[in-house]
């Protein structure tokens, strides 16, 4: 699972932006799980919060001000 705070990529070296380009990719792709919440946040984003037990789903709400429980890790 991968997180990262920020997904702007700001222009630096070859390797330096390859390697920032894959670590936006790979929190993409997890849909930014981790423990703790993203910093850098748009509205529809999701988080799957590693901290809770069972893992929690969660959505930034339209005004991009506050995560909205979508899904628990629960049994259905």
């Given at each position: 699972?991968?997180?990262?705070?920020?997904?702007?990529?700001?222009?630096?070296?070859?390797?330096?932006?390859?390697?920032?380009?894959?670590?936006?990719?790979?929190?993409?792709?997890s849909?930014?799980?981790?423990p703790?919440?993203?910093?850098?946040?748009?509205?529809?984003?999701?988080?799957?919060?590693?901290?809770?037990?069972?893992?929690?789903?969660?959505?930034?709400?339209?005004?991009d001000?506050?995560?909205?429980?979508?899904?628990?890790?629960?049994?259905?």
């Open positions: 699972m991968a997180q990262t705070n920020s997904f702007v990529i700001e222009n630096d070296s070859g390797l330096a932006v390859r390697t920032r380009i894959n670590e936006v990719l790979a929190a993409l792709q849909s930014n799980a981790g703790t919440a993203p910093t850098d946040t748009r509205p529809g984003m999701l988080w799957f919060d590693t901290s809770a037990s069972p893992p929690v789903l969660k959505i930034r709400d339209a005004q001000s506050a995560w909205q429980e979508f899904l628990d890790g629960g049994t259905y």
